[in-house]
């Protein structure tokens, strides 16, 4: 069923062009403007391969001999192009027409995101450039359009995952998928679209709700000050005012601070949210911009070795989300694909999910708000070269832009920029894990951070492994001995154990930290079991394309049986243990270890499996 409503999203998109506007809803649900447009559709695009575009004047172009849609990537079905070979360089054109009405106002023009590097013409002349594949970015255009007129919108993405100066993420670096890696993302791959805001209106606000006093507070920032401006916040319980406060002098000076009475928090168990009213107003009263908004008042910290959600311990029963799709690649086809993944992982027993090697659109994040479903927020790190200074310098402009993108969204409760980075042959890489903590702790201080998610532990405030033994016996007696743990089926890499590095041989330059019980420790990634269509004790051993760890099970009763005693070995040490992540939630591509299959629809019995994960230490 699932796939066949994807299979329909792709023909409907492909075959009116045109006339459909995909993923038509606001991309910004917590900063959220009435007078915008949306820009996904078709456009005209060609590939430069040569890199040659500039000397052909491409930037100048009215439209180029190729159709695709946006917001999809042109590797994917649903972009219309389908075109598997690495894309360093792609052109897109699209013309643009701003409502008369908008006259006298700012024109913003703002993207999800494009992978990897992006430039912006209007008219042909250059209107501004963008460093990194996954972080949202704006663009002011209003020097380069005239309300009520059409003008030529082009944007050329550049792209080199082999080159190691960016990042990857899941993206094969191999012409065909393999192991762990899959199809990559070329190019817009979020949605595009224009609005209008006062010259003097928000460009964006910080929220941090206080639950040991009851407060909200606000951190705005404007387009430009002005001290004759008021901000007025409206804080609401469905139709009832809760608060409501006006501060005049509207800059980034200003803090509002909005008491909440018998504050109602936001939790798995009760995912209330606030609606949240921000204006600008004028000297003579009137209302200048206006954005709607909300907020759940909900508390995250560390104490000792347990997380705590709202003062209270909490154990997470994570689940591993890639976030790719069949059709889409790393763009969901619809906004209720994004609602329905996490709808997925909840009726499979799980209360949230780390987002893996990918930087989820906010989309994703509202939904998790409004169902009550934590998140782990993730950048795609490898690929890079972690020892390089400049790649370095590139990731944490890109990463720390993604942590002000998302900071407001109470699902996150950590950040975990990294994955399986290790590089013992140069002392960058222990200064870049350091500046990643120390930026992302000064960007938002009330989350944890995991700097790299089961690797080298520089710099932390979570420990986390991963091991993928299938044992369940083995796997409760090796996990923890104050060590971290690793490893990797794939023939590229050793396998290995501790602390060391993907080249074992090269002795490392200085003492990897080991685990001392002041933190909390997390098993974010285990399991991985390997279950397809018609497996059984005749094809557990056979060599295919697909692939999980270890040996597959040769029976549905043998993958149930592992599978809970393998969470039970976990629940066991939770005086030890405080919370995993199973790999994973779908398959994907050739690695097919997910609780439901690449296209969404079952493999098992679903009350088996949410039986198993919904297990907590208390109450196993």
């Given amino acids: 069923m699932r796939n066949s409503i994807l299979a329909a999203f792709a023909a409907f998109f492909v075959c009116i062009g045109a006339y459909a506007v995909p993923r038509p809803e606001y991309p910004r649900p917590q900063f959220e403007r009435k007078a915008w447009v949306n820009l996904n559709g078709e456009w005209t695009y060609s590939f430069d391969f040569g890199n040659s575009g500039i000397e052909r004047g491409f930037q100048k172009s009215a439209g180029f001999d190729g159709k695709i849609i946006v917001p999809f990537a042109p590797e994917s079905k649903l972009s219309g192009v389908e075109y598997k070979d690495f894309i360093n360089h792609i052109w897109y054109q699209r013309n643009i027409s701003v409502p008369a009405g908008w006259e006298g106002k700012r024109i913003m023009l703002n993207f999800g995101a494009v992978y990897f590097n992006s430039e912006v013409y209007v008219d042909g002349s250059l209107v501004g450039r963008h460093f990194g594949g996954s972080s949202s970015f704006s663009m002011d255009i209003t020097p380069f359009v005239k309300a009520g007129s059409t003008h030529s919108l082009v944007v050329k993405a550049s792209s080199d995952v082999r080159g190691g100066m960016q990042s990857a993420g899941k993206q094969s670096l191999q012409f065909a998928s393999h192991d762990c890696d899959y199809t990559r993302t070329t190019g817009i791959w979020q949605t595009v679209w224009m609005e209008a805001v006062d010259m003097q209106g928000l460009s964006r606000v910080h929220v941090i709700t206080d639950i040991d006093q009851s407060m909200i507070i606000v951190h705005p ?161 490898w690929g890079m070269d972690a020892n390089d200074i400049e790649v370095a310098r590139n990731f944490l402009m890109e990463w720390s832009e993604c942590v002000v993108r998302d900071r407001n969204h109470p699902c996150i409760v950590t950040w975990t920029p990294m994955n399986e980075e290790f590089w013992p042959d140069g002392l960058q890489y222990a200064r870049f894990n350091a500046d990643l903590y120390d930026v992302t702790k000064r960007l938002d201080p009330t989350r944890p951070v995991n700097t790299v998610s089961g690797g080298v532990h520089y710099k932390t405030d979570l420990w986390t492994v991963h091991h993928y033994e299938q044992n369940p016996e083995k796997l409760g007696n090796i996990l923890y001995d104050g060590q971290n743990f690793f490893t990797h089926k794939s023939s590229t890499y050793k396998g290995y154990t501790r602390n060391q590095g993907y080249n074992v041989d090269v002795k490392p330059v200085m003492e990897y930290p080991v685990y001392a019980g002041d933190m909390p420790y ?80 079952s493999k098992f019995d679903m009350d088996r499996i949410h039986a198993i994960f919904s297990k907590t230490p208390a109450a196993k």
């Fill in 221 to 381: 920032e404007f387009f430009a000050d002005n001290a004759a401006n008021t901000l007025k916040v409206i804080v609401k319980d469905g139709a009832k005012v809760v608060s409501e406060k006006s501060v005049k002098g509207a800059s980034a000076n200003t803090a509002v601070f909005l008491p909440i009475k018998k504050a109602r928090l936001w939790s798995p168990e009760d995912p209330f949210l606030y609606d949240v009213t921000y204006q600008v107003i004028a000297a003579d009263g009137s209302v200048i911009d206006e954005v709607s908004s909300y907020v759940g008042m909900r508390k995250v910290h560390v104490e000792g070795n347990k997380v705590f959600l709202n003062n209270v311990p909490y154990y997470q029963r994570l689940v591993l989300d890639q976030g790719f799709y069949p059709d889409g690649i790393w763009t969901a086809p619809s906004d209720e694909a994004l609602k329905h993944d996490i709808e997925l992982s909840m009726a499979a027993g799980f209360n949230g999910a780390r987002l893996h090697q990918k930087v989820f659109e906010e989309r994703f994040h509202y939904w998790a708000d409004r169902l009550g479903y934590l998140t782990w927020a993730e950048a795609p790190s």
């Fill in 522 to 601: 997390i098993v974010d990634e285990f399991g991985g079991i390997k279950w397809v269509k018609g497996q059984d004790a005749k094809t557990k051993n056979s060599k295919t394309e697909s692939w999980g760890y270890g040996q597959a099970p040769a029976s549905m009763e043998e993958f149930y049986t592992r599978l809970e005693g393998m969470v039970d070995a976990l629940l066991d040490r939770s005086d030890v243990i405080w919370g995993y992540c199973y790999t994973q939630l779908t398959d994907v591509e050739i690695e097919q270890n997910g609780i439901y299959f690449y296209d969404r629809s």
